[in-house]
């Protein structure tokens, strides 16, 4: 069973830059696409992206594009999420998240295709 352990949050002021780490406990973690979700108080789980298997291709949500970035590094079993030029909306509990086969638009924006999810990292931006 794959396992996945987020961490890196905490909190950052607006503009500020944070990057989350989402480690795998086994190396076959490479056939997976991860996708990153966060979820704000009584709000809906939303993806922010995805990442293919073997790195080279990503979704991102319009509300990330052009301050969020994923690189991953699958010699160690991890997927760094760089998020910059942090706003009070990014405010929420970043998920990571893992599926079995191709990097689809459909099946990245839907947590009910994942099949490992992370415990979650809190990040707060706040002044």
């Known amino acids: 069973q794959l396992q996945l352990v987020e961490s890196g949050g905490g909190l950052v002021q607006p503009g500020g830059s944070l990057r989350l780490s989402c480690a795998a406990s086994?190396?076959?973690?490479?056939?997976?696409?991860i996708g990153w979700f966060r979820q704000a108080p009584g709000k809906e789980k939303e993806v922010v992206l995805c990442v293919s298997a073997g790195g080279g291709d990503t979704i991102l949500a319009d509300s990330v594009r052009g301050r969020f970035t994923v690189s991953r590094d699958n010699a160690e079993n991890t997927v760094y999420l760089q998020m910059n030029s942090l706003k009070p909306e990014d405010t929420a509990v970043y998920y990571c998240a893992a599926q079995l086969g191709l990097l689809l638009l459909g099946r990245c924006r839907g947590p009910h295709t994942y099949d490992y999810w992370g415990q979650g990292t809190q990040v707060t931006v706040s002044s």
């Open positions: 086994e190396s076959t973690w490479g056939a997976y696409v």
